[in-house]
């Protein structure tokens, strides 16, 4: 009977194990289903879940939308609310030939401002050569780069049939080369052009054009930002337009980074709050191309000397190694400090709960010039503090483990292994220690500073990092096209050509011309702060009144020097009046209509076409409030007082009564519109 009891009890566990074993394996099943399956899910349930590093702090609940200040903060600007995007063709725009004189193929190396512009110059050049483009090859996201096997170059930064289908009536593309012409190029049997920053129509229908005919084939190398003169001759305005059509229609990044921005959007703008996008612009090569070394202390200033003088070794930079940074930024040739930044708003009088994102992948001197920004500011934020590492890590792709590799020992390391193995019998002494591997502190860099005049060599994972970036600027460069209000801290890369901000300034330009851009003047901008620089934080009334005059004279007035200075370097930074079109409601008169702003406007912007018949019905007529949105000025007592103060006296919904004499002048110069 024991007997019988044990197997009985055997048998029981066996079964209740086997249960066991087969609920366990369903359980696992469903677990990888739900993460297969399920991952938008799983990502909007970990947003509202997860503890982000921003929490929102604000002085009052309630916001007014309504309130004069806040149009003056965040309403549009009046005077470019009749400009619209429009750059569709203008006149006989023919389809693409199917008879094309041959393929284009493009390798293109940069950052992300620099892509972004050079696939604009190349979709021109296959126009005008009438030529079939093969999607570009985006060097710093290929394989060889450590990055996911799961997307090839182009579509790691942007949607290929997007891309194509955009541009169908345009140009003839296609993904790869033919097989015959794809194997001449990996035995490089085909004819290659490296194409200068500002190469001319001339050059490409005299030089290239004929290789292309006789070859069918040609590959260009575009390394500088850029393959086209900006500035072409008004018979080729067409072509302007088509650049438009590239950078703001046909240029839509993958679906995941979409995705991504799209929810950081939404979180920025959960509180109910308008929020500033700023990017500061302050990346070691640009610091180093415009000699700013002094602005900073200690390493930071080895650092972008070491740059410069690698730069001036290449012939990248002309000038000497040791400038006058002091005097250059009295020149304005230097970047507003994040610090400067600050001050400049909290004089225009935002509050000091404003929601302020900053944008860009490096911020040169680290979180430690980003310090009075968040003494003046509570909710300063980018996009680390507004996603999960698990958001980011995902847009990456399935990514394959790193393993640096070892350093080969050296001759002389091996003879001493090989004589102590030779060695009598013990006693005996102890073998060389291992050689350490040569390791740099990338946060601080001043191991190799030290030691090379040149730059060390990027390890495969500092590529990817660099593949990552262009990812990160992607994001943040949506954040800031749709912002509420822009404030650039540099619009100069480290060649001395327009950047990241100024596509940002360029495409609100295009897409909403009368949403806030401001575009200081760096040198009027940092002659103010000198003249108050031992009471910066105590100003008084009639300083901040200055910083308001000119903050709101360079809304319009910035187009102007914009269209100088950027536009002859890149026309995507100043896409107008090529790309835009004017348009006034009906109901205004012919008077108001050729008033003085409207005349104004079009000195600024030079000669702008009226928009076409059936852009008119969706206009909406501006309310007669607005009419009187930039004749009022707070007079913030907070704003002139300590800026790091945080009290109620600088809410947005109240602040202060309305200075009747300031506003008077400020009328009056908006209504002569003196420079």
Not at 127 to 154: C, D, M, Y
Request: aromatic share 10%.
């Amino acid at each position: 009977m024991k007997g019988e009891g044990k197997m009985m009890f055997k048998s029981k566990m066996k079964w209740v194990g086997l249960i066991g074993l087969i609920l366990s394996t369903f359980s696992l099943l469903v677990h990888i289903f739900l993460a297969r399956f399920t991952e938008d899910g799983v990502s909007e349930y970990q947003s509202s879940v997860t503890i982000f590093s921003w929490r929102p702090i604000f002085e009052n609940a309630e916001f007014s939308k309504t309130s004069p200040l806040y149009r003056r903060l965040w309403g549009p600007v009046r005077r470019l609310e009749s400009l619209h995007p429009d750059a569709s063709p203008r006149g006989y725009y023919a389809d693409p030939s199917y008879r094309a004189n041959g393929f284009i193929f493009v390798r293109i190396q940069g950052g992300f401002h620099e892509i972004r512009n050079s696939i604009s110059d190349v979709v021109v050049v296959a126009r005008l050569l009438n030529a079939t483009l093969v999607i570009p090859e985006i060097q710093s996201t290929t394989s060889s780069k450590g990055i996911s096997s799961q997307f090839k170059s182009f579509a790691y930064l942007y949607n290929e049939e997007q891309f194509m289908a955009a541009l169908a009536k345009d140009i003839n593309i296609v993904k790869t080369l033919p097989k015959n012409l794809k194997g001449a190029r990996r035995k490089k049997k085909i004819p290659s052009f490296r194409v200068s920053y500002s190469a001319s129509p001339y050059f490409y229908l005299h030089h290239v054009l004929p290789v292309l005919i006789k070859h069918s084939v040609v590959e260009l190398v575009v390394s500088d930002g850029g393959c086209l003169l900006a500035s072409l001759p008004p018979h080729l305005e067409e072509y302007q337009r088509l650049r438009c059509r590239v950078a703001f229609h046909a240029l839509r990044f993958r679906q995941e980074v979409q995705e991504l921005a799209t929810r950081i959007l939404r979180r920025l703008r959960a509180p109910g709050r308008p929020f500033i996008a700023f990017d500061p612009g302050m990346i070691r090569d640009a610091l180093a191309y415009h000699g700013c070394a002094e602005l900073f202390q200690d390493v930071h200033t080895e650092l972008i000397q070491h740059k410069r003088a690698w730069m001036i070794k290449r012939r990248i930079v002309r000038g000497k190694l040791s400038v006058n940074s002091m005097e250059l930024r009295l020149n304005g040739t230097c970047p507003l400090m994040p610090e400067e930044v600050g001050i400049l708003l909290r004089a225009y009088g935002y509050s000091w709960d404003t929601i302020i994102y900053v944008s860009g992948g490096e911020v040169f001197g680290g979180q430690r010039t980003l310090i009075p920004l968040h003494a003046m500011f509570a909710n300063v934020v980018d996009r680390t503090s507004l996603s999960t590492a698990w958001e980011l890590t995902r847009i990456y792709g399935r990514e394959a483990n790193l393993i640096d590799p070892k350093t080969p020992p050296s001759v002389e390391e091996e003879e001493k292994h090989e004589s102590w193995k030779n060695v009598g019998p013990r006693p005996r002494p102890l073998p060389p220690p291992p050689a350490r591997p040569k390791s740099y502190n990338i946060e601080g860099w001043w191991g190799w500073v030290a030691e090379s005049d040149n730059e060390p060599e990027s390890t495969v994972m500092e590529l990817r990092t660099n593949a990552h970036k262009l990812l990160w600027e992607a994001i943040d460069y949506m954040v800031c096209v749709e912002a509420d209000v822009f404030i650039p801290g540099f619009d100069r890369d480290g060649k001395g050509h327009p950047n990241f901000a100024s596509l940002v300034m360029g495409h609100r330009l295009y897409q909403s011309a009368s949403s806030k851009t401001y575009r200081p003047d760096r040198r009027k901008v940092v002659k103010l702060l000198e003249e108050t620089r031992d009471h910066l934080y105590q100003a008084n009334h009639t300083w901040v009144t200055s910083i308001r005059k000119h903050l709101r004279r360079y809304l319009l007035d910035g187009l102007t020097e914009a269209s100088r200075k950027s536009k002859s370097l890149s026309f995507l930074s100043h896409p107008v009046p090529e790309c835009s079109c004017l348009k006034y409601d009906p109901t205004e008169s012919y008077v108001n209509a050729s008033s003085p702003s409207h005349s104004q406007l079009q000195a600024t912007l030079g000669a702008v076409h009226h928009c076409p018949a059936w852009m008119d019905s969706q206009i909406i007529s501006r309310s007669k409030d607005k009419e009187s949105e930039e004749d009022l000025d707070e007079d913030d007592s907070s704003s002139s007082g300590l800026f790091f103060r945080h009290n109620g006296s600088n809410h947005e919904s109240g602040g202060g009564e309305i200075n009747k004499e300031e506003a008077q002048l400020e009328d009056q110069e908006e209504e002569s519109g003196e420079k």
